[in-house]
């Protein structure tokens, strides 16, 4: 075992997670290991207790408790088949020398976890394109929410992206197709929204649960959110094509706002109940008959500026194949709508 030591934040090492720059600095320490010394306070910032996800800053201080000298056995990364290899490189949808866009498929983790092997993330060296290192996430997709994914392909522009993210800079819009009509239309949705545990043995199936805007401060966890939306077309009161931006940035944030205001997304078994069939009522994550029971979430549309060039990009990722089939079916065409319907001359 070593003793405890005080180790500085380099210059190249800021603006990232605690747990993740732990890793870096001692690879044979396993997340879990992480995570407990965290808790128990034995891992300090600057002296005061830290928690995995909390962002390290250039110049502040590390307090490493005693380690194992000899890393754990290493465990061989399976090679990646070609088919995985293939679907990624297919899926690149943008690349410059410095970011890489990803139209990621439905049903693809973006990151690994509980039983999770294949994502976006251990598969990103297939799209490597030989630059230096694979390309970096910068945020998330759900594991059933398809559409554009960024990624930075240096720390330094991963680091600059992750900033626009959190600052709130980018523009994301998603596509849905939901039970029922939202009304009015546009309409904004500000339930707060807390965690409610899973009940696996790491967690599993965890699930916010909405809060009334007047309670979110009195509601130990749960956080204030926001999402706009804009009904695109309708099929009277069966189901709608609706557009979503989510101006915070919560887990599951779509979902359990469309949910909470009786409007779940399509196939969305988790908050709209994988029993729950359509019948015409508004209510019901199922439409039946022909109509996939996968969910129907889209991240349609992604503006950012270019950390490098300072230019604005604006990427768009096509429907997945179980919702074109549902649009098909429905009479509703992409292009009869504008990019951003919440522009107050979309319409005009």
Same mark, same amino acid.
């Given at each position: 075992?070593?003793?405890?030591?005080?180790?500085?934040?380099?210059?190249?090492?800021?603006?990232?997670?605690?747990?993740?720059?732990?890793?870096?600095?001692?690879?044979?320490? %396993?997340?879990?290991?992480?995570?407990?010394?965290?808790?128990?306070?034995?891992?300090?910032?600057?002296?005061?207790?830290?928690?995995?996800?909390?962002?390290?800053?250039?110049?502040?201080?590390?307090?490493?408790?005693?380690?194992?000298? =000899?890393?754990?056995?290493?465990?061989?990364?399976?090679?990646?088949?070609?088919?995985?290899?293939?679907?990624?490189?297919?899926?690149?949808?943008?690349?410059?020398?410095?970011?890489?866009?990803?139209?990621?498929?439905?049903?693809?983790?973006?990151?690994?976890?509980?039983? %999770?092997?294949?994502?976006?993330?251990?598969?990103?060296?297939?799209?490597?394109?030989?630059?230096?290192?694979?390309?970096?996430?910068?945020?998330?997709?759900?594991?059933?929410?398809?559409?554009?994914?960024?990624?930075?392909?240096?720390?330094?522009?991963?680091?600059?992206?992750?900033?626009?993210?959190?600052?709130?800079?980018?523009?994301?819009?998603?596509?849905?197709?939901?039970?029922?009509?939202?009304?009015?239309?546009?309409?904004?949705?500000?339930?707060?929204?807390?965690?409610?545990?899973?009940?696996?043995?790491?967690?599993?199936?965890?699930?916010?649960?909405?809060?009334?805007?007047?309670?979110?401060?009195?509601?130990?966890?749960?956080?204030?959110?926001?999402?706009?939306?804009?009904?695109?077309?309708?099929?009277?009161?069966?189901?709608?094509?609706?557009?979503?931006?989510?101006?915070?940035?919560?887990?599951?944030?779509?979902?359990?706002?469309?949910?909470?205001?009786?409007?779940?997304?399509?196939?969305?078994?988790?908050?709209?109940?994988?029993? =729950?069939?359509?019948?015409?009522?508004?209510?019901?994550?199922?439409?039946?008959?022909?109509?996939?029971?996968?969910?129907?979430?889209?991240?349609?549309?992604?503006?950012?500026?270019?950390?490098?060039?300072?230019?604005?990009?604006?990427?768009?990722?096509?429907?997945?194949?179980?919702?074109?089939?549902?649009?098909?079916?429905?009479?509703?065409?992409?292009?009869?709508?504008?990019?951003?319907?919440?522009?107050?001359?979309?319409?005009?």
């Amino acid at each position: 075992m070593s003793g405890v030591q005080q180790i500085e934040i380099g210059a190249d090492e800021g603006d990232q997670r605690l747990d993740r720059w732990f890793r870096r600095r001692f690879p044979h320490v %396993q997340q879990g290991r992480i995570e407990k010394m965290c808790r128990k306070g034995e891992i300090r910032l600057d002296g005061g207790r830290v928690k995995p996800a909390t962002r390290v800053e250039v110049g502040q201080t590390v307090r490493v408790p005693p380690l194992p000298e =000899q890393p754990a056995p290493a465990v061989r990364k399976p090679a990646i088949g070609e088919a995985d290899a293939t679907m990624m490189r297919e899926a690149v949808i943008y690349r410059d020398d410095h970011i890489i866009a990803l139209n990621k498929p439905p049903g693809l983790p973006t990151q690994g976890g509980s039983k %999770q092997l294949r994502h976006v993330d251990g598969l990103a060296e297939a799209i490597r394109f030989e630059a230096e290192e694979k390309p970096r996430l910068v945020h998330r997709l759900d594991k059933d929410t398809s559409g554009v994914l960024l990624m930075a392909r240096t720390r330094a522009v991963a680091s600059a992206l992750a900033k626009a993210f959190r600052a709130r800079e980018t523009r994301k819009i998603y596509w849905a197709a939901v039970a029922g009509t939202p009304s009015p239309s546009p309409g904004t949705i500000q339930f707060g929204l807390v965690k409610a545990p899973g009940h696996g043995k790491a967690g599993e199936g965890e699930k916010m649960i909405a809060v009334h805007p007047k309670e979110v401060d009195g509601t130990e966890g749960a956080k204030h959110a926001t999402t706009d939306y804009a009904v695109l077309s309708s099929l009277g009161t069966r189901a709608s094509w609706v557009a979503l931006v989510p101006v915070t940035g919560r887990t599951h944030q779509l979902r359990a706002h469309m949910a909470a205001i009786g409007h779940p997304i399509v196939g969305d078994g988790k908050y709209g109940g994988s029993g =729950q069939e359509n019948l015409g009522d508004g209510w019901g994550a199922q439409l039946g008959g022909e109509i996939s029971r996968k969910l129907h979430l889209h991240a349609r549309h992604l503006s950012f500026t270019h950390p490098v060039t300072g230019n604005r990009v604006t990427l768009t990722a096509p429907l997945p194949e179980h919702m074109a089939r549902t649009w098909a079916m429905f009479d509703w065409f992409e292009n009869d709508v504008p990019a951003d319907p919440f522009d107050e001359e979309a319409f005009e």
